[in-house]
Structures are given as structure tokens and as C-alpha cells.
């Protein structure tokens, strides 16, 4: 059961990366402006690592920066340092 709960752990962690990728993307094509601080925060953060997707390229590589960026704690702590502690 350990490996099991490790290996759906590594894949929530991915799908979360996955998910902020998609997210980071989304508000920069929708153009939008005035961005809360704690997302302004999340966003600099993954863009830290992550490029804008402009062009056809091959994903797994940013797929595995954005893991990594959930599973180290990075961003969640980041954000913490301007809002506060999440709950």
C-alpha cells in the first residue's frame, strides 16, 4: 500500500503542475490585468520555470519543471510569504 500511495501522490503532484501550467497560460492570453498578489506571486513563480508556450514544442520537460514546483513546496511557500498561511 506504501507504493501505491506514493505513486498517487507523484501523479496528484503532476496534475496539479499540469493544472498550473494550463492556468499560467490561460491568464495570459485572456490579457487579463490587476492580478490578486497571491496569484501574481503563483504566476511569477511558474513562469520562473516554465516558459509561455508560444509554439509547438515538446511539453515533458516543462511537465516535469511544474512537478517538481509542486512537489518541492516553492510555490505554496512563495505565496505564503505575501498572504499569509494557507490553510
Known amino acids: 500500500h506504501k507504493l501505491y500511495s506514493r505513486e498517487a ?8 503542475g499540469i493544472e498550473l501550467m494550463c492556468a499560467a497560460q490561460a491568464l495570459e492570453l485572456s490579457g487579463r490585468k490587476g492580478l490578486g498578489i497571491g496569484t501574481a506571486v503563483a504566476h511569477r513563480c511558474i513562469r520562473k520555470y516554465i516558459a509561455p508556450l508560444q509554439n509547438d514544442r515538446i511539453m515533458e520537460p516543462d511537465i516535469k519543471s511544474a512537478t ?12 505564503e510569504k505575501v498572504i499569509g498561511e494557507l490553510s
Do not use: K, W
Not at 501522490?9 to 496539479?16: E, P, Y
Not at 514546483?69 to 512563495?78: F, I, Q, R, Y
Open 68 to 79: 517538481r514546483l509542486v512537489a518541492s513546496g516553492e510555490l505554496v511557500n512563495e505565496v
Open 9 to 16: 501522490v507523484d501523479n496528484l503532484q503532476t496534475i496539479i
